[in-house]
Protein backbone atom coordinates (compact mmCIF):
# COMPACT_ATOMS: atom_id res chain seq x y z
CA UNK A 1 0.00 0.00 0.00
CA UNK A 2 0.92 3.48 -0.52
CA UNK A 3 2.75 4.85 2.55
CA UNK A 4 3.44 8.97 3.09
CA UNK A 5 4.88 10.52 5.80
CA UNK A 6 5.35 14.83 6.09
CA UNK A 7 8.21 15.90 8.30
CA UNK A 8 9.90 19.47 8.90
CA UNK A 9 7.11 21.58 10.03
CA UNK A 10 6.66 23.67 12.84
CA UNK A 11 6.73 27.15 14.43
CA UNK A 12 8.62 29.84 12.08
CA UNK A 13 8.40 33.66 12.26
CA UNK A 14 7.15 35.70 9.21
CA UNK A 15 9.36 36.07 6.41
CA UNK A 16 11.39 32.81 7.67
CA UNK A 17 11.95 29.33 5.55
CA UNK A 18 10.81 25.62 6.51
CA UNK A 19 11.72 22.80 4.48
CA UNK A 20 9.03 19.84 4.16
CA UNK A 21 9.71 15.88 3.44
CA UNK A 22 7.59 13.42 2.12
CA UNK A 23 8.97 10.02 2.85
CA UNK A 24 7.40 7.67 -0.10
CA UNK A 25 6.86 4.25 0.02
CA UNK A 26 4.46 1.40 -1.32
CA UNK A 27 5.34 1.68 -4.99
CA UNK A 28 7.40 1.02 -7.75
CA UNK A 29 6.08 2.65 -11.05
CA UNK A 30 7.84 5.40 -12.58
CA UNK A 31 4.10 6.84 -13.99
CA UNK A 32 3.48 8.57 -10.76
CA UNK A 33 3.04 12.30 -9.55
CA UNK A 34 3.83 13.34 -5.43
CA UNK A 35 1.90 16.63 -4.47
CA UNK A 36 1.78 19.27 -2.04
CA UNK A 37 -1.14 20.74 -0.06
CA UNK A 38 -2.93 22.76 2.61
CA UNK A 39 -5.90 23.16 4.87
CA UNK A 40 -6.64 25.22 7.39
CA UNK A 41 -9.68 24.75 9.86
CA UNK A 42 -13.05 25.66 8.42
CA UNK A 43 -11.21 25.89 4.83
CA UNK A 44 -10.84 23.88 1.51
CA UNK A 45 -7.82 21.79 0.88
CA UNK A 46 -5.93 23.39 -1.50
CA UNK A 47 -3.32 22.45 -3.73
CA UNK A 48 0.34 23.64 -3.86
CA UNK A 49 2.09 22.16 -5.89
CA UNK A 50 3.36 18.90 -7.61
CA UNK A 51 6.04 16.74 -9.49
CA UNK A 52 5.75 14.13 -12.04
CA UNK A 53 8.02 11.56 -12.04
CA UNK A 54 8.08 10.32 -15.73
CA UNK A 55 9.39 14.03 -16.65
CA UNK A 56 10.44 15.76 -14.18
CA UNK A 57 7.44 18.24 -14.76
CA UNK A 58 6.82 20.61 -11.78
CA UNK A 59 3.37 22.42 -11.01
CA UNK A 60 2.73 25.65 -8.18
CA UNK A 61 -0.22 26.92 -7.35
CA UNK A 62 -0.18 31.22 -7.50
CA UNK A 63 0.04 31.26 -3.83
CA UNK A 64 3.00 29.01 -3.93
CA UNK A 65 5.10 30.79 -7.09
CA UNK A 66 8.12 32.49 -6.23
CA UNK A 67 8.63 31.41 -2.78
CA UNK A 68 7.84 27.75 -2.86
CA UNK A 69 9.82 25.25 -4.67
CA UNK A 70 9.06 21.24 -4.98
CA UNK A 71 11.96 18.83 -5.89
CA UNK A 72 12.31 14.66 -4.96
CA UNK A 73 15.16 12.55 -4.51
CA UNK A 74 14.56 9.15 -5.92
CA UNK A 75 17.31 7.37 -4.47
CA UNK A 76 15.65 8.50 -0.91
CA UNK A 77 11.91 8.09 -1.88
CA UNK A 78 11.53 11.52 -0.62
CA UNK A 79 9.81 14.70 -1.84
CA UNK A 80 10.39 18.16 -0.45
CA UNK A 81 8.75 21.24 -0.29
CA UNK A 82 11.16 24.27 0.13
CA UNK A 83 9.22 26.94 1.42
CA UNK A 84 10.68 30.86 1.73
CA UNK A 85 9.29 34.38 2.94
CA UNK A 86 6.88 32.88 5.10
CA UNK A 87 3.75 34.54 5.69
CA UNK A 88 1.30 34.31 8.38
CA UNK A 89 -1.33 33.03 5.56
CA UNK A 90 0.67 29.91 5.20
CA UNK A 91 -0.22 28.65 8.34
CA UNK A 92 -2.19 24.94 8.21
CA UNK A 93 -2.10 21.52 7.87
CA UNK A 94 0.66 20.75 5.06
CA UNK A 95 -0.03 17.23 3.35
CA UNK A 96 1.79 15.23 0.44
CA UNK A 97 0.04 13.16 -1.36
CA UNK A 98 0.43 10.37 -4.03
CA UNK A 99 -1.12 10.78 -7.60
CA UNK A 100 -1.02 6.97 -9.46
CA UNK A 101 -1.99 9.01 -12.59
CA UNK A 102 1.07 10.99 -13.00
CA UNK A 103 -1.55 14.02 -13.23
CA UNK A 104 0.54 17.47 -13.83
CA UNK A 105 -1.18 19.21 -11.14
CA UNK A 106 -1.92 16.35 -9.18
CA UNK A 107 -6.12 16.22 -9.41
CA UNK A 108 -6.33 13.17 -9.14
CA UNK A 109 -4.52 12.15 -5.80
CA UNK A 110 -5.59 9.96 -4.17
CA UNK A 111 -3.53 8.40 -1.15
CA UNK A 112 -2.58 11.17 1.40
CA UNK A 113 -0.01 11.66 4.47
CA UNK A 114 -0.71 12.32 8.06
CA UNK A 115 -0.15 16.07 7.33
CA UNK A 116 1.89 18.26 9.58
CA UNK A 117 1.50 21.92 11.19
CA UNK A 118 3.23 24.77 9.70
CA UNK A 119 2.70 27.85 12.06
CA UNK A 120 4.04 30.91 10.99
CA UNK A 121 4.08 33.53 13.60
CA UNK A 122 3.39 37.80 12.93
Known amino acids: EVHLVESGGGLVQAGGSLTLSCATS????????IGWFRQDPGKEREGLSC????????WYADSAKGRFTISSDNAKNTVYLQMNILRPEDTAIYYC???????????????WGQGIQVTVSS
Open 26 to 33: GFTFDDYA
Open 97 to 111: AYDAYGSSDCEMAGS
Open 51 to 58: IRNVDGNT
